[in-house]
């Protein structure tokens, strides 16, 4: 679709940038935080890059009125973290703690003075261990009401001025890193549990929607999923195939649930001969197709694409992504009787093997429209690359421009095409950990003077790339 003229962004489009508790904030132990299952998992030989860890992070909970500072100074509309709940509960459940809620209220309050609309993220991974130790924290439906006690605790606390809720951050990723993979805690890997705990998930996500509906607070709700659309290698129509294969089963599986209440029925067919359905009853389909538990918007992480071909019943299974950084490392990856990953010639990649791809983004928009019929929030895209930081401390970052120029226009297009948009949180404002591949692989418009070795003086350092977002939210988003 070609556009004459582009629809002009809305006013009230909200630029910003996101981030993540265990991946900025530092202060492991202080104010009376608990321990979470990250906390624990980092610990573990071999688990991250270089055994990096979120101890001291960037350090944001010492500087977070640095970094806010700086966010005004790019002109930000809106700022994007999550709440760490073992700040708020260090137990996952009991007596809140006042130091942690007050954190976050001398963080948001100091947002909200410098005219920046927090975007609060519930849950972004970082569970309170004492949960996985006392039930086995996802697997368990005890987590619903402790879930949903916490979720209530931050909108008494934090409702007069968040307006947007994040419940669960890529609930995809963490089940099925946590699950299948054992790349993320808890490091299992069966899929009949992570299909199990994922159910629970879903239930938890139902719930808490289903809470702030009917509870009469302000503002929007919703998860953010990670979504990946998937191109067929070419126009045999076994690849087409294998594309619906794995739209199904790594997004509609999620994204289906959310907006309709039911999983896909392809996916549960394969489910059920695989021995691996979620168990399902009467009370969690009543609760899941309740339309007070489904979302206000659906939040959109987009960093790249999927090309898939055929994959035979006894093909290639799933693999590990590249946390190397080599260019070309990545290993052959897919699921048995569905789809693999192919190659596109089309794309660049990432020195982490992962597709650049712009028009990707205006497509995932395209599809979540016509499929789901929401407003979208883009809560994550962003370029994670190695920087360098001159001796004049400036960091000439024109690859991440170029990107995130390109990812833009996109949304540009994807608003001339008809789909709501209403805002652009990109990964991240300043470097931040990354959970696998340490501090090198950095995402943010800050460069954070320390690396794997060494904290360094923590020093902030705008880079070209903080430039180039104020201008274009200064313009919104016609001066790129
Ligand atoms: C998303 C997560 C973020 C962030 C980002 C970049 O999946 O929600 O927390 O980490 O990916 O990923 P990575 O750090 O692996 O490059």
Redesign the pocket.
Known sequence: MEHKELTAFPKSFLWGSAS?AY?IEGAYREGGKGLSVWDKFVRIPGKTYEGTNGDVAVDHYHRYQEDVDLMAEAGLKAYRFSIAWTRIFPNGKGEPNEAGLKFYDDLINDLIAHKIEPVVTIY??DLPQALQDEYGGWESREIIPDFLNYAKTLFDRYGDRVRYWVTL??QN?FMQHGYLMASHPPAVKDPKRMYAANHIGNLVNATVIKYFHEHGYQGQIGP?F?YSPAYPADAAPINQLAADNAEQFNSYYWMDMYVFGHYPDLIRKWQTEQGLAPEITEADDALLKDPLSHPDFMGL?Y?QTNTVAANPLDGVGMAAENTSGKKGTSKESGVPGLFKMAKNDYLQKTD?D?NIDPIGLRIALRRINSRYQLPVLIT?N?L?AFDTLEADHEIHDDYRIHFLREHVKAIHEAISDGVDVIGYTT??FTDLL????GYR?R?GFVYVNRDEESEKDLARYPKDSFYWYKQVIASNGEDL
Do not use: T
């Open positions: 993540a991946q972004h991974w951050n890529e990723i953010s990670a992480n960093y982490w992962w994550e962003g994670g990964w991240s990354s959970w696998l591949n692989k995402y």
